[in-house]
């Protein structure tokens, strides 16, 4: 695998053909926020806050870097004031959703986001889809997926499929950055234990 030459905020670095920029950034100690990315999983690009400013050829644009592989001889920049506007942005509109989120509140303390721009949308669900990736990919049980779209896009737990495999799992639970997931999950029980599925019955007749 060939090496790849950059630079990040001033700094050469060696990465590997493949890597992403934030994980290059990551291998030499240089901090990108993220809200939906996590080392066991594919590359999202869902929450937008780890964009970055490359420089290649003297043309300047903005990508994500989550997604966005690592390339020879680019200059990248994680911290300038349009990044910054933008990532304030960001965080903004997810404080609407969850307002007390502990991360969410922190991030916006280091951008300079106002938690009160945009009116309170509280559904505590950012939609980062880190539990619902996390199920699929690595554990590989499909228990809780999105539902609905756009404003009313939420996450649930399938009940028949949580019966079976998530009270002793709940390895997503520290992976979500607010209540949400710990509501659904809730719901979902009590729900499932007001409502069991129906059990065939081999004697029924």
Known sequence: MSEIHLEIDGQEVKASEGMTLLEAAKSVGI?????CYHEKLEPYGGCRLCIVEVEQGGRTK???SCVYPVESGIVVRTRTEKIDRIRKMILELQLAHAPDSFELVELAKEYGA?????EKEASFC???GLCVRYCAEVKGKHAVGFIDRGTRKEISFIPEIAAQECWQCKECFELCPTEALQAAYVLT???FSAHPPFKHDSNHT
Request: with cysteine; glycine share 0%; aromatic share 10%.
């Open 31 to 35: 901090y990108i926020p993220t809200l």
């Open 62 to 64: 903005l990508v994500v």
């Open 114 to 118: 106002d938690p009160n721009r945009f």
């Open 126 to 128: 950012i939609h980062c």
């Open 189 to 191: 029980e009590s729900l």
